[in-house]
T-cell receptor, first 112, second 114 residues
Framework: AQSVTQLDSQVPVFEEAPVELRCNYSSSVSVYLFWYVQYPNQGLQLLLKYLSGSTLVKGINGFEAEFNKSQTSFHLRKPSVHISDTAEYFCAVRRRANNLFFGTGTRLTVIP | DGGITQSPKYLFRKEGQNVTLSCEQNLNHDAMYWYRQDPGQGLRLIYYSQIVNDFQKGDIAEGYSVSREKKESFPLTVTSAQKNPTAFYLC?????????????FGPGTRLLVL
Protein backbone atom coordinates (compact mmCIF):
# COMPACT_ATOMS: atom_id res chain seq x y z
CA ALA A 1 0.00 0.00 0.00
CA GLN A 2 1.14 3.51 -0.70
CA SER A 3 1.78 5.76 2.29
CA VAL A 4 3.90 8.68 3.42
CA THR A 5 5.72 9.38 6.66
CA GLN A 6 6.55 12.78 8.04
CA LEU A 7 8.84 12.17 10.99
CA ASP A 8 9.04 15.77 12.19
CA SER A 9 5.82 16.99 13.75
CA GLN A 10 7.27 20.44 14.50
CA VAL A 11 10.16 22.37 12.98
CA PRO A 12 11.16 25.74 14.42
CA VAL A 13 13.54 27.83 12.34
CA PHE A 14 14.81 31.39 12.44
CA GLU A 15 13.76 33.86 9.78
CA GLU A 16 15.97 33.85 6.66
CA ALA A 17 17.46 30.47 7.60
CA PRO A 18 17.08 27.46 5.30
CA VAL A 19 14.60 24.71 6.08
CA GLU A 20 14.01 21.11 5.07
CA LEU A 21 10.80 19.24 5.86
CA ARG A 22 11.18 15.51 5.50
CA CYS A 23 8.84 13.10 3.77
CA ASN A 24 9.43 9.43 3.05
CA TYR A 25 7.11 7.26 1.04
CA SER A 26 6.51 3.57 0.65
CA SER A 27 5.23 2.19 -2.56
CA SER A 28 5.86 -0.70 -4.86
CA VAL A 29 4.52 1.04 -7.91
CA SER A 30 4.95 4.36 -9.65
CA VAL A 31 4.40 7.23 -7.29
CA TYR A 32 2.92 10.65 -7.61
CA LEU A 33 3.93 12.86 -4.70
CA PHE A 34 2.69 16.22 -3.50
CA TRP A 35 3.25 18.88 -0.86
CA TYR A 36 0.44 21.02 0.49
CA VAL A 37 0.49 24.03 2.84
CA GLN A 38 -2.22 24.88 5.35
CA TYR A 39 -2.30 28.29 6.97
CA PRO A 40 -4.15 28.60 10.30
CA ASN A 41 -7.87 27.92 10.05
CA GLN A 42 -7.74 27.55 6.29
CA GLY A 43 -7.92 24.79 3.73
CA LEU A 44 -4.95 23.26 1.96
CA GLN A 45 -3.12 24.70 -1.03
CA LEU A 46 -1.05 22.64 -3.42
CA LEU A 47 2.61 23.75 -3.17
CA LEU A 48 4.15 21.44 -5.73
CA LYS A 49 3.85 18.01 -7.30
CA TYR A 50 6.00 15.29 -8.75
CA LEU A 51 4.40 13.16 -11.45
CA SER A 52 7.37 12.24 -13.64
CA GLY A 53 10.42 13.75 -15.32
CA SER A 54 12.88 15.99 -13.49
CA THR A 55 13.41 14.92 -9.91
CA LEU A 56 13.76 18.53 -8.71
CA VAL A 57 10.38 20.14 -8.57
CA LYS A 58 9.83 23.85 -7.98
CA GLY A 59 6.65 25.13 -6.42
CA ILE A 60 5.08 28.32 -5.24
CA ASN A 61 6.49 30.68 -2.60
CA GLY A 62 10.09 29.67 -3.33
CA PHE A 63 9.72 26.06 -2.18
CA GLU A 64 11.21 23.10 -4.00
CA ALA A 65 11.33 19.35 -3.44
CA GLU A 66 13.51 16.56 -4.71
CA PHE A 67 12.25 13.11 -5.57
CA ASN A 68 14.84 10.54 -4.51
CA LYS A 69 13.88 7.05 -5.59
CA SER A 70 16.80 5.27 -3.93
CA GLN A 71 16.01 6.85 -0.57
CA THR A 72 12.24 6.86 -1.15
CA SER A 73 12.13 10.48 -0.11
CA PHE A 74 10.49 13.69 -1.25
CA HIS A 75 11.85 16.35 1.10
CA LEU A 76 10.64 19.95 0.89
CA ARG A 77 13.20 22.75 1.03
CA LYS A 78 13.42 26.50 1.04
CA PRO A 79 16.75 28.37 1.15
CA SER A 80 15.47 31.31 3.20
CA VAL A 81 12.18 31.30 5.11
CA HIS A 82 9.92 34.24 5.95
CA ILE A 83 7.55 34.77 8.83
CA SER A 84 4.70 34.23 6.39
CA ASP A 85 5.86 30.64 5.81
CA THR A 86 4.63 29.69 9.28
CA ALA A 87 2.05 27.01 8.56
CA GLU A 88 1.45 23.28 8.54
CA TYR A 89 2.86 21.31 5.63
CA PHE A 90 1.51 17.99 4.42
CA CYS A 91 3.14 15.47 2.16
CA ALA A 92 0.75 13.28 0.16
CA VAL A 93 0.84 10.41 -2.31
CA ARG A 94 -1.77 9.48 -4.88
CA ARG A 95 -3.19 6.15 -3.85
CA ARG A 96 -5.01 3.96 -6.30
CA ALA A 97 -6.65 5.75 -9.17
CA ASN A 98 -8.73 8.23 -7.28
CA ASN A 99 -7.49 8.91 -3.80
CA LEU A 100 -4.82 10.78 -1.89
CA PHE A 101 -3.04 9.58 1.26
CA PHE A 102 -1.82 12.42 3.48
CA GLY A 103 1.01 12.38 5.98
CA THR A 104 0.48 13.56 9.53
CA GLY A 105 1.87 17.02 8.82
CA THR A 106 4.81 19.16 9.94
CA ARG A 107 4.22 22.43 11.69
CA LEU A 108 6.79 24.97 10.55
CA THR A 109 7.27 27.91 12.89
CA VAL A 110 9.45 30.77 11.69
CA ILE A 111 11.01 32.70 14.55
CA PRO A 112 11.73 36.40 14.05
CA ASP B 1 -15.31 35.97 -6.82
CA GLY B 2 -15.09 32.25 -7.52
CA GLY B 3 -14.36 29.87 -4.71
CA ILE B 4 -15.56 27.42 -2.13
CA THR B 5 -17.49 28.50 0.92
CA GLN B 6 -18.14 26.48 4.02
CA SER B 7 -20.52 27.44 6.74
CA PRO B 8 -20.65 27.83 9.59
CA LYS B 9 -17.05 28.41 10.66
CA TYR B 10 -17.77 26.88 14.07
CA LEU B 11 -20.56 24.44 14.86
CA PHE B 12 -21.62 23.00 18.17
CA ARG B 13 -23.47 19.74 18.49
CA LYS B 14 -25.21 18.17 21.41
CA GLU B 15 -24.96 14.47 22.06
CA GLY B 16 -27.38 12.52 19.87
CA GLN B 17 -27.97 15.34 17.39
CA ASN B 18 -27.49 15.30 13.65
CA VAL B 19 -25.81 18.36 12.18
CA THR B 20 -25.27 19.41 8.58
CA LEU B 21 -22.20 21.20 7.29
CA SER B 22 -22.61 23.31 4.19
CA CYS B 23 -20.24 23.38 1.21
CA GLU B 24 -20.92 25.53 -1.84
CA GLN B 25 -18.74 26.22 -4.89
CA ASN B 26 -19.22 28.49 -7.88
CA LEU B 27 -16.23 27.18 -9.81
CA ASN B 28 -18.33 24.90 -12.03
CA HIS B 29 -16.39 21.88 -10.77
CA ASP B 30 -17.96 18.45 -11.10
CA ALA B 31 -16.00 16.69 -8.38
CA MET B 32 -16.33 17.54 -4.70
CA TYR B 33 -14.85 16.03 -1.55
CA TRP B 34 -15.22 15.99 2.21
CA TYR B 35 -12.26 15.44 4.53
CA ARG B 36 -11.87 15.20 8.27
CA GLN B 37 -8.76 16.57 9.97
CA ASP B 38 -7.76 15.67 13.54
CA PRO B 39 -4.80 17.13 15.46
CA GLY B 40 -1.56 15.43 14.54
CA GLN B 41 -3.14 13.56 11.68
CA GLY B 42 -3.42 14.07 7.98
CA LEU B 43 -6.66 14.52 6.14
CA ARG B 44 -8.91 11.52 5.82
CA LEU B 45 -11.48 11.21 3.07
CA ILE B 46 -15.10 10.86 4.19
CA TYR B 47 -17.08 11.01 0.94
CA TYR B 48 -16.59 12.24 -2.57
CA SER B 49 -18.80 12.96 -5.55
CA GLN B 50 -17.65 12.94 -9.16
CA ILE B 51 -20.94 14.18 -10.57
CA VAL B 52 -24.39 15.34 -9.56
CA ASN B 53 -26.60 12.65 -8.02
CA ASP B 54 -23.65 10.35 -7.44
CA PHE B 55 -21.29 9.94 -4.49
CA GLN B 56 -18.87 7.37 -3.11
CA LYS B 57 -17.68 6.43 0.36
CA GLY B 58 -14.17 7.37 1.34
CA ASP B 59 -12.02 5.83 4.04
CA ILE B 60 -14.09 6.90 7.06
CA ALA B 61 -17.71 7.20 5.87
CA GLU B 62 -19.34 5.54 8.90
CA GLY B 63 -21.52 7.96 10.82
CA TYR B 64 -21.70 10.44 7.94
CA SER B 65 -24.05 11.01 5.02
CA VAL B 66 -24.00 13.29 1.99
CA SER B 67 -26.18 14.39 -0.90
CA ARG B 68 -25.38 15.91 -4.27
CA GLU B 69 -28.60 17.28 -5.73
CA LYS B 70 -26.92 20.30 -7.28
CA LYS B 71 -23.54 20.76 -8.88
CA GLU B 72 -22.76 23.70 -6.61
CA SER B 73 -23.61 22.06 -3.30
CA PHE B 74 -22.31 19.04 -1.37
CA PRO B 75 -23.62 19.10 2.21
CA LEU B 76 -22.27 16.70 4.83
CA THR B 77 -24.45 15.42 7.67
CA VAL B 78 -22.74 14.21 10.81
CA THR B 79 -25.17 11.75 12.35
CA SER B 80 -25.54 10.64 15.94
CA ALA B 81 -23.88 7.39 14.89
CA GLN B 82 -20.56 9.22 14.59
CA LYS B 83 -19.18 8.70 18.09
CA ASN B 84 -16.26 11.08 17.88
CA PRO B 85 -17.34 13.96 15.64
CA THR B 86 -15.15 16.71 17.09
CA ALA B 87 -12.79 17.65 14.26
CA PHE B 88 -12.01 20.16 11.54
CA TYR B 89 -13.97 19.41 8.36
CA LEU B 90 -12.69 20.47 4.96
CA CYS B 91 -14.58 20.51 1.70
CA UNK B 92 -12.82 20.61 -1.66
CA UNK B 93 -13.63 20.61 -5.35
CA UNK B 94 -11.59 19.69 -8.42
CA UNK B 95 -11.53 21.19 -11.91
CA UNK B 96 -12.48 18.85 -14.73
CA UNK B 97 -9.57 17.14 -16.45
CA UNK B 98 -7.21 17.67 -13.49
CA UNK B 99 -5.71 14.99 -11.27
CA UNK B 100 -6.94 14.37 -7.74
CA UNK B 101 -4.08 16.46 -6.34
CA UNK B 102 -5.50 19.64 -7.85
CA UNK B 103 -8.22 20.26 -5.32
CA UNK B 104 -9.43 23.65 -4.21
CA PHE B 105 -10.18 23.68 -0.50
CA GLY B 106 -12.69 25.67 1.47
CA PRO B 107 -11.79 27.38 4.76
CA GLY B 108 -13.22 24.56 6.87
CA THR B 109 -15.79 24.09 9.63
CA ARG B 110 -14.74 23.23 13.16
CA LEU B 111 -17.28 20.95 14.83
CA LEU B 112 -17.38 20.70 18.61
CA VAL B 113 -19.51 18.35 20.65
CA LEU B 114 -21.00 19.75 23.85
Amino acid sequence: AQSVTQLDSQVPVFEEAPVELRCNYSSSVSVYLFWYVQYPNQGLQLLLKYLSGSTLVKGINGFEAEFNKSQTSFHLRKPSVHISDTAEYFCAVRRRANNLFFGTGTRLTVIP
Amino acid sequence: DGGITQSPKYLFRKEGQNVTLSCEQNLNHDAMYWYRQDPGQGLRLIYYSQIVNDFQKGDIAEGYSVSREKKESFPLTVTSAQKNPTAFYLCASRPPGQGWETQYFGPGTRLLVL
